[in-house]
């Protein structure tokens, strides 16, 4: 349904003998060797189903399973940067996706899949007799995950809840509530895994064996319950979630190292500092006092003694989130590289960065990230008025950085090279921002984005950032 110039087949006919020969397909950019596999994150859709509003009415009215007929009824539209994702958009990067030459073990879903604003667009576009809120948002999840499931050819697909993805607001998830309850069997099934389910009716997390790698699992946190900006005020006496699921993590890893296996953790919010809230408010106060962090600090102090306590279980944490590309280095109490937090670009450009979705290779034996590429939405601009979607590989990480892999020690080195590279540091600077024309980092801000690439300790980041400064 679109094109992907780059790397969509291409067949000529030619109209006159002899017949020029067809058009090689171009080799994928990621290849496995053997005991090799790849899987794909996207993340951070914000999916907007009020984007033509004359079509929500009939949306609150319609089962899920007539999503697909009502939205491809309305002419293709993209929006533009400031914006989040339309269908036309949404379908454009997964078909575009599936479409690589590539085949995917399995998918992380690290986030987001509502739309900002979602329930005040609700209200003004449901029309008479709403069928209300909640049924609405919850339809809208199932939408987008159905189509992640059917996109890839039913391949697992591990998702997690971002900020936005509630009944009741922006950061107002609430533990043991309706919207939990009606995500519970269908990501269950996505999963492959469903009897490993019980805890997500409890607050949005869950632990699944990996599909391809023996003696690893996967565990998907709620990590919106940690964030500064979480109020579940639809359920004030909701009690403590976010211990509740530390404590649910704290067991989860016992109970995984104890059994010999390792672990990757997926979440939504990532832990370390919030360079751009950071960087903001410079200024505005003492330099220690503006340093911001994403999670509450006892959260993110108990987080991070759980990753000490556990080193060497875990190796990989992905997020999303920033919308924006880029990592953290968590360190162990020598200093030394301990894991690292891969935070992936949205579909959503919705902060002024392009659309995206990564793809990693990995070695099915022992876990470890050889490579990823990162592909991106070219001509956002021109596709608003109409041009075809023009997605392009933007990046291959291992060539672009000069690492041998993707391990903690190589972020760790790229952290590094960067504070005396300046010519890949701009680099950095716009890959960020996945190639968009306007930068979120610039000279003056640099120090606060950079310091958080390798100091998720706020001690280490104030050492960092406010001793330049």
Known sequence: MFRTRAFALTIFTALALPQAPLAQEPAPPLQPGPDEGLFLIVTDIHFDPFANPALVPKLDKSPVAGWSAILGSSPPDIAGYGKDAGYTLMLSALETAAAQNMTYDYLLYTGDYLSHDFNANYWNNAGPSPEGISAFAIKTTQFVSRLLGEKFGGIPVYGVLGNEDSACGDYNIGPDGGYLDGLAEQWANLSGQPARFGAFRSGGYYK??????????????????????????????????????????????????????????????????????????????????????????????????????????????????????????????????????????????????????????????????????????????????????DWQLEYDYRGTYSVP?????????????????????????????????????????????????DAANRDTYQACYCDSN
């Not at 701009?426 to 000279?443: H, T």
């Open 405 to 453: 892999d993707l391990s903690a020690e190589s972020f760790a080195s790229v952290a590094e090279t960067l504070e005396g590279n300046t010519s890949l540091q701009q680099r950095f600077i716009d890959l960020y921002a996945v190639s968009a024309a306007k930068k979120q980092i610039n000279g003056a801000s640099w120090q606060a984005f950079g310091c958080a690439l």
């Open 208 to 389: 699944v064996a990996h599909p391809t790698i023996p003696d690893q699992d996967i565990i998907a946190l709620n990590s919106v319950f940690w964030s500064t900006k979480y109020a579940d005020t639809c359920n004030p006496d909701g009690g403590d979630p976010g211990a509740d699921v530390m404590s649910w993590l704290d067991e989860q890893l016992s109970q995984t190292r104890d059994a010999g296996r390792k672990a990757q953790i997926l979440m939504h919010v990532p832990p370390g500092i919030d360079a751009h809230d950071t960087a903001r408010d410079a200024g505005s106060g003492t330099c220690d006092a503006t340093i911001r962090l994403f999670w509450h600090d006892h959260y993110h102090r108990d987080y991070l003694a759980l990753m000490h306590k556990y080193a060497g279980t875990i190796d990989y944490t992905f997020s999303g989130h920033t919308h924006m590309d880029g990592f953290t280095v968590l360190r162990d109490e020598s200093g030394h590289p301990l894991m690292v937090n891969k935070i992936s670009p949205s579909v959503s450009p919705k902060f002024g960065n392009n659309p995206a979705f990564s793809v990693f290779l990995y070695d099915r034996t022992s876990g470890a990230l050889k490579d990823s590429v990162t592909f991106y939405l070219s001509n956002l601009e021109t596709a608003t008025t109409g041009a075809e979607p």
